[in-house]
C-alpha cells in the first residue's frame, strides 16, 4: 500500500482558445514537477481551454481540438514521470461536460465530470455544460482521490458521496474569480465545512490572471483534516508547490505536511493588485502596444495612470492633457506631475479649437437657447474624439477613468469619456478611488513595474472633484457628497436594497429616491460602457443584468 504522495500544485494563467499554447505550458510546468519527483500534477479549471469559455465552447471544432491535445498530454505521461490532472471539456452524446481528465502511463485513465453548475454573478454553466453524475473517487497507486470541481465543493453533496465511497484525499479544482474578501470565505466558509462533514484533507487549486472584466487571484491552499492550513500559495502570481502527503501509520489517513503559507494581501491592496493583474493581461493577450489616457489633474485619471504604469511599465504608458477654457492652473500643473512621478510620456492637445469650431458650427440651430449640458458633454466629446484619434493611430488602447459612483448615476458622457477598451475603476466606487490613491502614494505593490514613492500630488486627492466642463463646476454642485452617495449606491446596487430600506438607515427619502432613479435611467449608458476589471459582488457587466426600459421604482 502506498504510504507518501508527492502532489505538485501548478497555480497558473492560461490563454482562453490557445489550447497548444496551455498545453505546452502545462508540459512545461510538469517538467519542473518531475525534477522534484512528484508523483501527481495538478493544473486549474479548464486549464487546457481557458475559463470561462462562455458560449466559445459551444464550437465543435473547440471541443475537437481539444480531444486532441488532451491526448497529447495523455502521450507524454508515457514516459514515466507524474501523472497529470488536466481540466478540459469534453463532448459526448451531444451534450459538453466540464471534466478534469487523470492522465498516467501515456493513457486518459479517469474523467470525472463537474456536477453543481454554477449559473448566478458572473456564471452562466448551465447554458453551457450538462452536470455530470455524483462522482465516484479515482484510484491512483493505491489511493482513493475524490475529485469535485469547483462549484462541486460549494455544497454537501459532491463531497458527502465521495467521503462515503471511500475517498481519502478530495482534491478539487477552480477557477474562482476574484471578490473582495472572497479568499477568507473560501476557506473558513466552504472548504474548512467541507473538511468538518467529510473528515477528509482537501487540496484546493485555483488560476491566476485575467480574463476580460474578471480577475483570478490564485491563493491555492491545502487544508488538513484537523483544519489546519498545511499549504497557502502567493495571490496573484504563477506558483508550482510540490506538497507531501503522509498516510499515518496508526489510523491510515493522509495528511499533507506543513509547508510554507504565504501571507495574503490586506485591503486595499488585494483591488490594487487586482486591477494591475486585469490591465496587463488584457493589454497583453490583445497584443496592444500599451494604452493612452486622458489625464486631466483629478483623482480617476491620475489612479488609472498610475495601475497602468504599474501593470504595463511607463514606457508603454501615453498621457495626454487636453485643456479648455474651464482648466484650472492646478489641473494642468497636477497633470505634469503626476505624469513626472511616474516616468511617462505626457502631450498637451488643447480643444478650444475645436470647441470654437462647434460653436460655430451649431450656432444657428442652437439660436435662442442657453448653453447648458450639451455644451459640457461636446468638449468630453471632443476629448474622446481626440483620444480614439491617437488611439487609432499609433495603436495604444484608450483606457477609460471613470468610476462606479459616477457610473451608477450616469455622471458620465457617453461617446465621451466612456470612450475606450477597458477601464480599471469600472467597479471602484469613488470612496474606493481616493482609498486607493491615498494606499499607492504610501506603498509600493508587490508586482507593479512603477517607481516607489508618491505616483500623484497630495493635492489631486485632496482638492474637491470636478469635471471642470463649466466655471468653478464641482461634483456637489449635482451629486450628493461621496461618502453620502457611496453608501446609497451600495444599498441598491450591491444589496438590491430598497428606498424604504436605506431610509430606515438613516437617509434622507429625497435623496434616495433622486439617486435610485438616476441609477436606473442610466443602464442604457452603462450597456455600452467598455469592460472593466470585477472587484465586488455586483460589478457593472457579468454580475448585475438589469432591463434599459424599465418603469419600476422602489421609492414609489
Given at each position: 500500500?502506498?504510504d ?23 508540459l ?13 500534477v ?19 471544432a ?15 505521461t ?5 501523472a ?6 469534453i ?10 481528465a ?22 452562466d454553466?448551465k447554458?453551457?455544460?450538462?452536470p455530470?453524475?455524483?462522482?465516484d473517487?479515482v ?48 476557506i473558513k ?5 467541507r473538511?468538518?462533514?467529510t473528515?477528509?484533507?482537501?487540496l ?24 489546519d ?14 506538497t ?8 491510515g489517513?493522509?495528511f ?28 497583453n493577450?490583445?497584443?496592444?502596444p500599451g ?5 486631466s ?17 511607463a ?11 474651464f ?10 506631475e ?14 478650444a ?6 460653436d ?7 439660436e ?41 448615476v ?13 477601464s ?6 469613488k ?13 509600493r ?6 517607481p516607489d ?5 497630495e493635492?489631486?486627492i ?8 463649466r ?16 453608501p ?24 434616495v429616491?433622486?439617486?435610485e ?21 455586483r ?11 424599465n418603469?419600476?421604482?422602489t421609492?414609489h
Open positions: 500500500m502506498t507518501r504522495l508527492r502532489i505538485a500544485m501548478a497555480q497558473l494563467n492560461q490563454t482562453m482558445g490557445d489550447l497548444a499554447g496551455n498545453a505546452d505550458a502545462m512545461a510546468c510538469r517538467q519542473k514537477a518531475r525534477e522534484q519527483q512528484a508523483d501527481l495538478v493544473y486549474p479549471e479548464l486549464q487546457l481551454i481557458g475559463y470561462p469559455p462562455e458560449d466559445l465552447v459551444l464550437k465543435p473547440l471541443a475537437a481540438r481539444a480531444e486532441i491535445e488532451l491526448r497529447r498530454l495523455a502521450e507524454a508515457a514516459d514515466g514521470g507524474p497529470m490532472l488536466v481540466g478540459t471539456v463532448a459526448n452524446q451531444g451534450l459538453l461536460f466540464n471534466c478534469v487523470l492522465l498516467d502511463g501515456g493513457e486518459i485513465v479517469a474523467i470525472r465530470q463537474k456536477r453543481e453548475l454554477p449559473n448566478y454573478g458572473t456564471f454553466e447554458r453551457l455544460f450538462a455530470g453524475p455524483l462522482p473517487p484510484m491512483f497507486r493505491g489511493v482513493r482521490l475524490g475529485l469535485p470541481v469547483c462549484e462541486d465543493i460549494w455544497f454537501p453533496f459532491v463531497t458527502g458521496h465521495l467521503a462515503e465511497k471511500g475517498a481519502e484525499i478530495l482534491i478539487t479544482v477552480n477557477g474562482s474569480p476574484y471578490e473582495v474578501a472572497k479568499d477568507d470565505f473560501r466558509g466552504v472548504c474548512a465545512r473538511v468538518e462533514e473528515g477528509l484533507p482537501i484546493y487549486l485555483n488560476r491566476v490572471g485575467g480574463q476580460d472584466e474578471l480577475v483570478f487571484d490564485g491563493a491555492s491552499f491545502v487544508l488538513n483534516a484537523d483544519g492550513i498545511a499549504h497557502m500559495l502567493p495571490d496573484w502570481e504563477e506558483a508550482l508547490v510540490v507531501d502527503w503522509v498516510r499515518d501509520e496508526t489510523d489517513k493522509w499533507c505536511k506543513p509547508g510554507e503559507v504565504h501571507a495574503l494581501d490586506e485591503h486595499p491592496a488585494d483591488i490594487y493588485h487586482a486591477m494591475v493583474v486585469g490591465l496587463r493581461d488584457y493589454v493577450r490583445n497584443r496592444f494604452v493612452v489616457l486622458g489625464l489633474g483629478g483623482i480617476d485619471s491620475a489612479l488609472s495612470a498610475a495601475v497602468a504604469v504599474d501593470a504595463l511599465g514606457e508603454r504608458v501615453w498621457c495626454v492633457m487636453m485643456p479648455s477654457r482648466t484650472s492652473q492646478d489641473s494642468l500643473d497636477d497633470a505634469a503626476c505624469a513626472r512621478l511616474l516616468g511617462c510620456r505626457l502631450d498637451t492637445v488643447p480643444i479649437p475645436a470647441v470654437e469650431a462647434f460655430d458650427m451649431l450656432a444657428q440651430v442652437f435662442g437657447r442657453a448653453a447648458d449640458l450639451t455644451e459640457e458633454n461636446i468638449q468630453s466629446r471632443i476629448r474622446g474624439v481626440t483620444l480614439m484619434a491617437l488611439s487609432n493611430k499609433f495603436g495604444h488602447m484608450l483606457l477609460t477613468t471613470g468610476n462606479k459612483s459616477e457610473m451608477s450616469g455622471y458620465a458622457t457617453i461617446y465621451g469619456d466612456m470612450a475606450g477598451g477597458y480599471v475603476l469600472k467597479d471602484a466606487y470612496t474606493t478611488v481616493f482609498d486607493l490613491s491615498r494606499w499607492r502614494n504610501a506603498a505593490p508587490g508586482l507593479a513595474l512603477g514613492g508618491p505616483v500623484m500630488p493635492r489631486v485632496t482638492k474637491p472633484p470636478t469635471a471642470e466642463l466655471e468653478d463646476q464641482k461634483d456637489s454642485d449635482s451629486l450628493p457628497p461621496y461618502e453620502v452617495l457611496d446609497i449606491l451600495y444599498g441598491l446596487v450591491e444589496q438590491e436594497k430598497s428606498v424604504d430600506q436605506l431610509v430606515a438607515m438613516g437617509f434622507e427619502r429625497e435623496t429616491t433622486r439617486i432613479r438616476l441609477l436606473y435611467v442610466a443602464e442604457y449608458k452603462r450597456r455600452q460602457s467598455p469592460p472593466g476589471v470585477k472587484l465586488g459582488g460589478n457593472f457587466g457579468r454580475d448585475r443584468r438589469y432591463p434599459i426600459t418603469a419600476f421604482r421609492g
